[in-house]
């Protein structure tokens, strides 16, 4: 669908860790994000006002009996591009309001 900006993750008794996803379609404007689980493929209706984390560590305990530690993490990529453009543009604002 889209790239994953955001992952949820909880394990289950066994060991074995889930998986949620909050993927970000960029051909809409404004972005739109959508929930999808790595592993059965579930991806809900996004038209309420539930939060999405709550809704993804509902899945996560209700289909796979992972409820142990929910973890919520942003994506490496959208971390260090953050990075990189909020410096950039500062230096920007900064060079356009001294050569006014």
Not at 57 to 68: I, K, M, N, P, V
Request: with cysteine; aromatic share 8%; proline share 3%.
């Amino acid at each position: 669908m889209g790239s994953a900006i955001r992952h949820f993750t909880a394990g289950r008794a066994d060991g074995q860790v889930f998986t949620v996803n909050i993927e970000r379609d960029f051909r809409y404007d404004p972005y739109r994000d959508f929930l999808v689980c790595a592993h059965c493929d579930w991806s809900p209706s996004l038209l309420t006002t539930r939060r999405l984390a709550d809704m993804a560590g509902e899945h996560l305990a209700a289909a796979h009996g992972a409820d142990r530690g929910l973890a919520d993490r942003e994506n490496e990529s959208f971390r260090k591009a953050r990075w990189v453009v909020l410096p950039l543009c500062v230096v920007l604002v900064v060079v356009l309001l001294m050569s006014l």
